[in-house]
């Protein structure tokens, strides 16, 4: 395909794509869903992310103006890659706008399930520790080490968890 004719077909493909997020009026991203090597945008609307890929069809068709041979294949490259990553996210927008409507009483059940987590390693580890102190064998007491550094970690991780679970409970009820 001639370089000329392969700026006019993107540059349709992009138009396309650009009516389409105009169609769904352009929605709003929570965090960036996009790898920082395909866009260097940090916005959260994809009219952002349309934005960086109209300046790269620019880039592409200043390329073949100058016949930069590598540059243009990379830039194609680039740009093709960039209309399909927003391509899938308009794709997958109403599966993501559904998805938190059941979460909020889930958090709650998450976070009476992580305490509960904590409540059996912390239990757990206090049995090994009496276990320990009554061992009379040297290898069952490093295996008993060993179970106690184990859950000891599994604890840290719950409550790693758990302050997660409660970090986000505070923003919903905040309304962030």
């Known amino acids: 395909m001639h ?28 965090q960036s869903r996009f790898d920082h090597l395909l866009f260097s945008t940090r916005g959260n609307r994809l009219g952002d992310y349309l934005s960086e890929s109209r300046a790269t069809l620019a880039h592409l068709t200043s ?4 016949g930069r041979t590598e540059r243009v294949a990379w830039l194609a490259q680039r740009l093709t890659d960039q209309m399909l990553a927003l391509s899938r996210e308009l794709a997958t927008q109403n599966l993501r ?3 938190p409507a059941a979460a909020p009483e889930d958090i ?5 399930e992580h305490q509960d987590y904590e409540r059996r390693l912390l239990a757990m580890i ?7 102190a009554a061992a009379d064998d040297l290898s069952r007491a490093r295996q008993l080490q060993q179970e106690i550094a184990a859950l000891e970690g599994r604890l840290q991780r719950c409550r790693q968890a758990l302050t997660r ?3 986000q409970i505070e923003r919903r009820e905040r309304g962030e």
Do not use: M
């Open 3 to 30: 370089a000329s004719q392969l700026i006019t077909v993107l540059g349709a493909r992009l138009n396309d794509l650009a009516v389409r997020i105009e169609a769904q009026g352009h929605p709003v991203v929570k």
């Open 63 to 66: 390329a073949v103006e100058q």
């Open 97 to 99: 706008q559904a998805a």
């Open 108 to 112: 709650y059940a998450r976070l009476a």
């Open 126 to 132: 206090r049995d090994r520790d009496s276990l320990l």
């Open 165 to 167: 679970l409660e970090y």
